[in-house]
């Protein structure tokens, strides 16, 4: 049999609902049973890869190696009202790597299909990209208090369960869309309830595999002039990729940096890089993700926009 990752467990909501979330349930050998958060509509993607890369955790012996990357197609949309496992197969354990494969299925069909890689402490060069300057998430709007200023049922939704706290730099894209059109946007985030200090830091970099996927394709929406709220959106994630480069504290504020490389074909391209308080890059992330809006020829589904347009809060408050 294969012992679960232990999760600390805290009180506080939001948070504490997903770390109850990525507390797996032991199987078989090498095979877990999960369960997903409530969700509006399907089941979320950050959530499953979290869950996936720590069933891979599980499976490696050497528990000072930590994930640094991985790669993942997500091939179904899941109920977030069944139960799922999560599979993993164990591809090479050498001597400074391990590699895994964690197939995760729903009612007999696979939803996620995840190649992840550990690597255990190793002392080298040292080099990478700085972050841009911009204000820091106390001069910025919350996204709890956008969706508290909305009359719509997915940001009453969001505004009690978001585990996470966003601030955008420019304009948000959850009451319309940005008339600069950029195809890069900044933002902070952090938990919305502290993690217990001395957390391992594997739950860190489960954490924030978690979050990131939510903010993937907004630079996509922004360079195009879309929104949240356009009408007849159509959005999902179709592979995601990213790399650990150094260790990260998921209580601190972190800046994400996101930039859109191409929308075209129904599909965006985006990449996020993501910095510490200190200026340093801790992770980055690469996202392929569906995107369709309704045209002369054909309609969008309409299944991932919040709905109607909407007024932005009034200025004094919103300075996203």
């Known amino acids: 049999m294969t012992d679960p990752i232990q999760i600390p467990i805290i009180d506080a909501e939001p948070v504490a609902s997903v770390l109850r979330t990525l507390t797996l349930q032991e199987a078989g050998p090498d095979f877990f049973a999960a369960e997903s958060l409530p969700q509006v509509r399907r089941v979320y993607g950050g959530q499953v890869i979290a869950q996936a890369l720590l069933a891979a955790a599980a499976t490696v012996p050497d528990r000072t190696r930590q994930p640094h990357s991985l790669h993942a197609y997500f091939l179904r949309g899941g109920d977030p009202d069944r139960p799922f496992s999560l599979a993993v197969e164990r591809l090479r354990d050498g001597r400074s790597f391990s590699s895994r494969h964690v197939s995760c299925r729903q009612d007999g069909a696979e939803i996620l299909s995840l190649n992840c890689s550990f690597q255990g402490p190793e002392v080298g060069l040292d080099s ?16 709890l208090e956008i969706f508290r200023s909305m009359n719509h049922p997915v940001a009453k939704f969001l505004g009690k369960t978001a585990a996470f706290d966003v601030r955008h730099v420019q304009r948000s894209l959850y009451t319309g869309a940005d008339p600069a059109r950029s195809n890069s946007q900044q933002l902070w985030m952090k938990p919305r309830n502290p993690l217990p200090e001395g957390m391992d830091q594997l739950i860190h970099r489960a954490l924030l595999a978690y979050v990131v996927d939510q903010v993937m394709l907004e630079p996509a929406l922004r360079a195009t002039g879309l929104s949240w709220l356009t009408p007849g959106m159509s959005l999902a994630s179709l592979d995601h990729a990213m790399w650990f480069h150094r ?14 490389v191409s929308v075209g074909g129904g599909r965006a391209k985006t990449d996020i890089r993501i910095f ?8 980055s992330a690469a996202q392929e993700g569906m995107i369709r809006v309704p045209t002369e020829e054909t309609q969008g589904s309409g299944r991932w926009g919040f709905g ?13």
């Open 128 to 143: 990478a990209e700085v972050p841009p300057i911009v204000p820091g998430p106390e001069q910025l709007t919350s996204a």
């Open 247 to 260: 260790d990260v504290d998921i209580n601190e504020w972190l800046l994400f940096v996101g930039h859109a």
């Open 276 to 283: 510490n308080p200190a200026g340093q890059l801790v992770a």
């Open 308 to 320: 109607t347009e909407q007024s932005d809060p009034p200025a004094s408050t919103t300075r996203s």
